[in-house]
T-cell receptor
Framework: GNSVTQMEGPVTLSEEAFLTINCTYTATGYPSLFWYVQYPGEGLQLLLKATKADDKGSNKGFEATYRKETTSFHLEKGSVQVSDSAVYFCALIRGAFGNEKLTFGTGTRLTIIP | GAGVSQSPSNKVTEKGKDVELRCDPISGHTALYWYRQRLGQGLEFLIYFQGNSAPDKSGLPSDRFSAERTGESVSTLTIQRTQQEDSAVYLC??????????FGDGTRLSIL
């Protein structure tokens, strides 16, 4: 079946540091890949997505590239801010982007210190 | 409202009691999903409704769990004879055809 494995947290970084949160997946066919974010006290929000190999999703300075050869979708940001402190979830949908259930990783808690 | 609305936001109940959780999706969203997040774990899919099609119940963990949705409106997730392992945050999401899933703030369920 489908599965997502992401970097275990918690991750603590200083402001302006470079961020990478690793995510790898197992899926048949050609899944669509997502990063969701949950800020303290808020609901889960879509951060970015990619629907085919070599696509790069980006939003709020974050980027992730769909790498089919390594089955990865690592999240990166060049200079993190305190406001980026949150829990980040990598997820996939089987097949093309559409009405399908999401398979999530366990989440990575990120804390940015000033 | 503008977003997915879930109620109650918190529910504390005794083991063995039944509970009902409610989800009000975004207007016009034909698909509705229920997920569960237990402490320290990722989100687990429970059930998925798409319009008037038969729901995908493949994620329901036992026959104590059931869900209903009438048309494209409100959904109710019912847990009968609750157990302590049912303690979790229950999240609802909705989407348009081909669109992103939008999540509610969840119901935090605690079984004493």
């Amino acid at each position: 079946g489908n599965s997502v494995t992401q970097m275990e947290g918690p991750v603590t970084l200083s402001e302006e540091a470079f961020l990478t949160i690793n995510c790898t997946y197992t899926a048949t066919g050609y899944p669509s890949l997502f990063w969701y974010v949950q800020y303290p006290g808020e609901g889960l929000q879509l951060l970015l997505k990619a629907t085919k190999a070599d696509d790069k999703g980006s939003n709020k300075g974050f980027e992730a590239t769909y790498r089919k050869e390594t089955t990865s979708f690592h999240l990166e940001k060049g200079s993190v801010q305190v406001s980026d402190s949150a829990v980040y979830f990598c997820a996939l949908i089987r097949g093309a982007f559409g009405n399908e259930k999401l398979t999530f990783g366990t989440g990575t808690r990120l804390t940015i210190i000033p | 409202g503008a977003g997915v609305s879930q109620s109650p936001s918190n529910k504390v109940t005794e083991k063995g009691k039944d509970v009902e959780l409610r989800c009000d999706p975004i207007s016009g969203h034909t698909a509705l999903y229920w997920y569960r997040q237990r402490l320290g774990q990722g989100l687990e899919f429970l059930i998925y409704f798409q319009g008037n099609s038969a729901p995908d119940k493949s994620g329901l963990p036992s026959d104590r769990f059931s869900a209903e949705r009438t048309g494209e409106s409100v959904s109710t997730l019912t847990i009968q004879r609750t157990q302590q392992e049912d303690s979790a945050v229950y999240l609802c999401a909705s989407s348009r055809p081909g669109g992103s899933q939008h999540f509610g703030d969840g119901t935090r369920l605690s079984i004493l």
